[in-house]
């Protein structure tokens, strides 16, 4: 039986909406890079109305069309579909932001979303800083970042740390029907300090015996104690675990996801992880 809850969404909405991604300031530059499975560069056409309003279908959505000039994450194309929840949005990239970019240069932040196991939709990540207007100098910013990310993760090796055969021995434990609920307990209990090694060890497709898991829930706004999830892999739960410790996300694999979809999780996480260690005044909130 599986359990799935929304409310990790809201700790991850604070994160996101926090700051704008800003040029000057890797601090507000860095995560949404991690994030974005595909960021590039080009010019939009917003489907609107007679009075200039963005048109959307039944479920809520509009489809943007960008025609790509420049990618600066990912695989390159000439063009692509995003679908924007226009309809009572109030996280997403606001719709007077999306009409005010309609036939002109824009970013896009992107993360793709299978639709039926092949075929993916492509949405703004970020939330309201998934798309910004186009300017030479936040193009250099995040193709510099993405480059030194790209740097992090294939110089990136897990190290000896104090911590690393208490969680390899916990994780191992996460296979065993018997001992998969306390080890997922005590890998929470192990609290921040456990996180570099926790995501040394991630990267385990292991399947779980117990495909759920049981954690507290510490957001201001819970109507419930615990948070509830269905991961199919090890990987999938110490993802779950890491939000929880760090309030980060790089993928929602909490629930089981594809094999490209935990690589993406586990390169974030890896580039976190360097923040964490390196740059870590990148963490610390905006005056």
């Known amino acids: 039986m599986r359990f799935f809850s929304a409310i990790p969404i809201l700790s991850v909405l604070a994160v996101l909406t926090a700051v704008p991604v800003r040029a000057d300031d890797p601090a507000h530059l860095w995560r949404i890079c991690a994030q974005s499975e595909v960021i590039v560069e080009g010019t939009i056409a917003v489907p609107l109305d007679e009075a200039g309003h963005v048109q959307v279908d039944g479920d809520g959505y509009t489809s943007v069309f960008v025609r790509v000039d420049r990618t600066l994450k990912g695989p390159g194309r000439p063009s692509l579909l995003v679908r ?32 039926d196991g092949v075929n993916r939709e492509w949405f703004f990540e970020g939330f309201r800083d998934g798309l910004r207007p186009a300017s030479p100098e936040l193009t250099k ?5 993405v480059e030194r990310q790209t740097a992090v993760l294939h110089n990136w090796r897990p190290a000896a740390r104090s911590m690393t055969r208490e969680v390899r021995l916990l994780i191992g434990q996460t296979v065993n029907r018997e001992t998969e609920t306390d080890a997922f307990k005590h890998l929470e209990d192990l609290g921040q300090s456990a996180v570099p090694a926790i995501i040394d060890l991630m ?63 586990v390169a974030g996480w890896r580039i976190y992880q360097d923040v964490l260690l390196h740059h870590n005044e990148w963490l610390k909130p905006s005056n």
């Open 141 to 145: 910013s995040i193709a510099a970042e």
């Open 203 to 265: 990267d385990d497709r292991r399947d779980l015996p117990l495909k759920q898991i049981m954690l507290r829930n510490f957001s201001p706004d819970a109507f419930e104690a615990v948070r509830y999830y269905g991961p199919d892999k090890v990987v999938d739960a110490l993802a779950a675990i890491l939000n929880q410790l760090t309030y980060e996300s790089f993928g929602s694999i909490y629930n089981g996801a594809t094999d490209d979809e935990r690589a993406r999780a």
């Open 84 to 115: 924007h929840y226009a309809k009572d949005n109030k996280y997403g990239v606001p719709n007077e932001v999306l009409v005010g970019q309609d036939g002109r240069r824009a970013i896009l932040f992107l993360i793709s979303a299978s639709r």
